[in-house]
């Protein structure tokens, strides 16, 4: 009795809750990658969804295709699908007892057992749930990669970096350095004058002359 007991509270576990639910806000980015990327891990379903899944295209997913590769075929698709539509057809301020004998009746018309209509939901909200779940696993998979090349890619920037910085340190030590011994020079081209050195730079084939300022 126990384990039909944990099993019911996993079916009301796939339920949507949609009141008083955390948002987070879709613009922010960083907020949904720590949201999924500490999220733990989905536990599997006892269900496996065959074939590649539908990608999401402009917010929407093709849930057929999911129904399918959960094996849920056309006819238990088609039961579930009367039942939404007997529950939309129905008035929003009527008593659930009521709507509840309205569709139970119309079921009864169309000659589908409850039990077949509750079987088709439940194979669909499984469906739905290991879509999810495979969703999670597949984006935490890409989160877990994704932050490792992150970490490898701060770590490359601060080697970079570190680089450069001594690539710099060099230079203005071998600026600082030829600098000196520059002033030791000139010391010599001083003593014979500016107009000597000019007439030597001019006559050598060895010199370069200095380019014009």
Same mark, same amino acid.
């Given at each position: 009795?126990?384990?039909?007991?944990?099993?019911?509270?996993?079916?009301?576990?796939?339920?949507?809750?949609?009141?008083?639910?955390?948002?987070?806000?879709?613009?922010?980015?960083?907020?949904?990658?720590?949201?999924?990327?500490?999220?733990?891990?989905?536990?599997?379903?006892?269900?496996?969804?065959?074939?590649?899944?539908?990608?999401?295209?402009?917010?929407?997913?093709?849930?057929?295709?999911?129904?399918?590769?959960?094996?849920?075929?056309? @006819?238990?698709?088609?039961?579930?699908?009367?039942?939404?539509?007997?529950?939309?057809?129905?008035?929003?301020?009527?008593?659930?007892?009521?709507?509840?004998?309205?569709?139970?009746?119309?079921?009864?018309?169309?000659?589908?057992?409850?039990?077949?209509?509750?079987?088709?939901?439940?194979?669909?909200?499984?469906?739905?749930?290991?879509?999810?779940?495979?969703?999670?696993?597949?984006?935490?998979?890409?989160?877990?990669?994704?932050?490792?090349?992150?970490?490898?890619?701060?770590? @490359?920037?601060?080697?970079?970096?570190?680089?450069? @910085?001594?690539?710099?340190?060099?230079?203005?030590?071998?600026?600082?350095?030829?600098?000196? @011994?520059?002033?030791?020079?000139?010391?010599?081209?001083?003593?014979?004058?500016?107009?000597?050195?000019?007439?030597?730079?001019?006559?050598?084939?060895?010199?370069?002359?200095?380019?014009?300022?």
């Amino acid at each position: 009795m126990s384990e039909k007991k944990g099993w019911g509270r996993t079916v009301l576990g796939w339920f949507v809750v949609q009141d008083g639910q955390p948002k987070t806000n879709p613009d922010d980015v960083d907020a949904l990658i720590n949201k999924y990327a500490n999220a733990p891990a989905p536990a599997p379903m006892p269900i496996e969804l065959k074939g590649p899944l539908p990608e999401v295209q402009g917010g929407t997913v093709d849930f057929t295709a999911v129904f399918e590769a959960a094996g849920v075929d056309a @006819e238990e698709r088609d039961r579930a699908a009367k039942a939404q539509e007997l529950l939309r057809s129905l008035p929003a301020d009527t008593p659930a007892p009521v709507k509840k004998q309205i569709v139970e009746a119309s079921l009864k018309a169309f000659g589908v057992p409850t039990q077949k209509i509750i079987e088709a939901a439940v194979q669909e909200m499984q469906a739905l749930e290991a879509f999810i779940r495979s969703g999670q696993t597949d984006t935490q998979k890409i989160l877990g990669d994704g932050n490792q090349r992150i970490t490898e890619l701060e770590s @490359e920037i601060v080697r970079v970096k570190q680089v450069m @910085e001594q690539a710099v340190a060099q230079q203005e030590a071998r600026t600082r350095a030829a600098n000196g @011994e520059k002033l030791n020079i000139q010391q010599v081209l001083e003593f014979f004058g500016q107009e000597a050195v000019a007439r030597v730079v001019e006559e050598s084939p060895k010199l370069h002359k200095p380019p014009p300022e």
